[in-house]
């Protein structure tokens, strides 16, 4: 018998703009370490006592998702596809569906996709003592040791004080994230935890909660998940239903209403990285306060987080002091470190002066690969395209522009009109206006082109597709 792990990667936040966007969110970005936080997650539950897991994400992030499991050799057992986000509780109950419908689990892992837990063998220890209590019918949760009073954090209340590392422990209630003067209050107290949003439980013991204590989402999603269609080896949950589910979170759905409940403490090291105060305490190494990603230059900073996303971009900090500045090719963030909770406002107010960085990627990930512009001015403009091996854009026209495409590294089979031809780097190709056009990468390496556009109008969405292999209605 094995354990599932479910992780949850559908959502994208604010407060770690401009690196998380909305078109391209955390879990998906190396913001610690050499993997994905993503990654990182799907590692994190591997080996004889774990089953493939499923992942629950949105049809955006849905060829991401399958890109970075294949990148490190993750096969995932499904990706289900959210039709819209209804909170976790939903989301975590369509999985447990399909786990139950596989003989060999014996219990579902649900984890977040945008946590960092450094020490995997910890964390693999503390899902062991779970284990125990799910074979008693408990409904486990994880609680995270307080190193500080956080309002960020939902708090986990023990039924006792007194308890050692790497035990069970009864959980009396949930607390909502709170005051700084009640967060200080739990602390000196003792016996609060950390809600670290990860639970552990037998399928049919999470199947029964739901059904006790949230009907009406028990239905709605059973019957999303009992009339999902198979998209791509995807599978992609019924929108009619789905929609009429109910938001909730796992928490107030299940959880806080049911009687079998324990906690596993942990304090082996986690962060939910919910801001970029917290990155700046998991990169700091140079003793002064500084923590420094990419190509920066500091002279005489401390206490600051310098970082710099693009390369060939170069961050030069000069006697800062409780600073966070992070330069991307689009947008560059300078804060002081105590706003850091409030870097949302930002993106608040770029959206509501209708600024495509408070959302959109400076990369835009696609299926077959990715684009970046270079240059966008009044008639033209200019894209560096990237498609993978084997991949192929979609036979499509244009109504607006023309394009003329210059071949940089790699070879590219070219469709325009009724013929076929093959470029190598140096060698380029012309899309008239309005004529049918293909580009793919028959090679095994990766292939790179200079797109140039020119037109009246230069959108996204002024496409015409007549096939594609994604089976997308929109580029």
Not at 309 to 329: F, H, P, S, Y
Not at 332 to 349: I, P, Y
Not at 354 to 373: I, L, N, T, V, Y
Not at 408 to 434: F, H, W
Request: net charge negative; hydrophobic share 40%.
């Amino acid at each position: 018998m094995k354990t599932t792990p479910i992780i949850l990667a559908g959502g994208s936040g604010t407060r770690l703009w401009p690196l998380s966007r909305k078109s391209y969110p955390k879990q998906f970005a190396k913001l610690i370490g050499e993997h994905t936080l993503f990654q990182q997650a799907a590692l994190r539950a591997i080996g004889a006592s774990f089953g493939a897991p499923i992942i629950v994400t949105t049809s955006d992030f849905r060829f991401i998702v399958a890109e970075q499991l294949q990148e490190v050799g993750v096969d995932p057992g499904c990706i289900l596809i959210e039709p819209s986000g209804r909170d976790t509780a939903p989301a975590i109950l369509a999985a447990t569906l399909r786990a139950a419908q596989d003989p060999d689990c014996a219990a579902a892992l649900v984890m977040p996709s945008d946590h960092l837990i450094p020490d995997v063998d910890a964390f693999g220890a503390a899902v062991e003592v779970g284990l125990e209590g799910v074979r008693d019918g408990q409904l486990v949760t994880f609680g995270i040791k307080p190193t500080h009073p956080e309002t960020a954090y939902g708090y986990l209340k023990t039924a006792s004080k007194d308890f050692a590392e790497g035990s069970l422990v009864g959980l009396e209630s949930f607390t909502e994230k709170p005051s700084i003067e009640r967060a200080r209050a739990m602390l000196e107290e003792g016996g609060f935890l950390w809600n670290a949003g990860i639970f552990l439980a037998s399928p049919a013991d999470l199947l029964r909660a739901f059904e006790t204590h949230a009907p009406k989402i028990m239905q709605h999603v059973r019957s999303a998940f009992e009339a999902a269609q198979t998209d791509l080896g995807f599978l992609r949950l019924a929108p009619e239903h789905w929609d009429a589910c109910p938001r909730r979170s796992i928490d107030y759905a299940v959880m806080e209403k049911s009687e079998n409940l324990s906690v596993v403490p942990y304090s082996a090291g986690w962060s939910d990285l919910g801001d970029w105060d917290a990155i700046w305490r998991e990169g700091e190494e140079s003793g002064v306060g500084l923590a420094i990603s990419g190509e920066v230059t500091e002279i005489e900073c401390r206490n600051s987080l310098l970082r710099s996303e693009n390369t060939g971009q170069r961050l030069v900090g000069l006697g800062l002091d409780n600073i966070i500045a992070v330069a991307m090719k689009d947008a560059v963030l300078v804060a002081n470190q105590s706003r850091s909770q409030d870097v949302k406002l930002a993106v608040e107010q770029l959206k509501s002066e209708g600024a495509p960085q408070a959302e959109q990627f400076p990369k835009d990930h696609r299926p077959w690969g990715w684009f970046e512009s270079l240059v966008i001015s009044e008639g033209f403009q200019v894209k560096r395209i990237h498609v993978k091996p084997g991949a192929a854009l979609s036979l499509q026209s244009h109504k607006y522009r023309a394009e003329h495409w210059v071949v940089v590294r790699g070879i590219a089979e070219v469709t325009v009109g009724d013929t076929i031809s093959t470029l190598e780097a140096n060698q380029s190709a012309y899309i008239p206006l309005g004529e049918r056009h293909r580009l793919r990468n028959p090679g095994d390496n990766d292939l790179e082109i200079i797109e140039v556009q020119t037109g009246s109008y230069l959108g996204e969405d002024d496409i015409i597709r007549y096939d594609d292999v994604y089976a997308r209605d929109s580029q």
